[in-house]
């Protein structure tokens, strides 16, 4: 069971997906990690000795923010916009989209399931 940075890699796919399911890691930067120690991609996870999977850590230690830490520094940045008072912070704060999408309708994502209207009558039951 190859454990990385606190995350169980799946066993039975190749490193190069494997890695991404570490968040911070896509399938460029799996890529680029693999071609820095020498590794082929096709490797299945399950197939890595020890010694491949201390050289994997020490890349991702030395070289790249993941997991928690990047997930706190995305955190502390929202908290920032927010206090700032940017328009994207408050946006973040209302929970609505951020990026000039439309909100009339669609945006359900951001602004919860539909409400329904207040002080609506139900039609008498017969």
């Known amino acids: 069971m ?9 066993r039975n796919k190749r ?7 570490i968040y911070g890691i896509g399938l460029s930067r799996s890529q680029e990690i693999l071609q820095k120690i020498n590794l082929n991609p096709n490797i299945i996870v399950k197939e890595l000795n020890d010694k491949q999977i201390v050289s994997i850590r020490q890349v991702l230690n ?45 945006a359900r994502t951001r602004r919860g399931t539909k409400k329904t209207m207040a002080g609506k009558k139900k039609a008498p039951r017969k």
Request: glycine share 10%; charged share 35%.
């Open 2 to 10: 190859a454990r990385i940075v606190g995350v169980d890699l799946p």
């Open 15 to 21: 490193v190069e997906i494997g890695l991404t399911y």
């Open 62 to 106: 030395n070289e790249y923010e993941l997991e928690g830490d990047l997930k706190r520094l995305e955190a502390l940045n929202i908290k920032r916009l927010m206090e700032i008072n940017s328009y994207r912070g408050k946006r973040h704060r209302l929970g609505l989209p951020l990026r000039g999408q439309r909100t009339r309708t669609n």
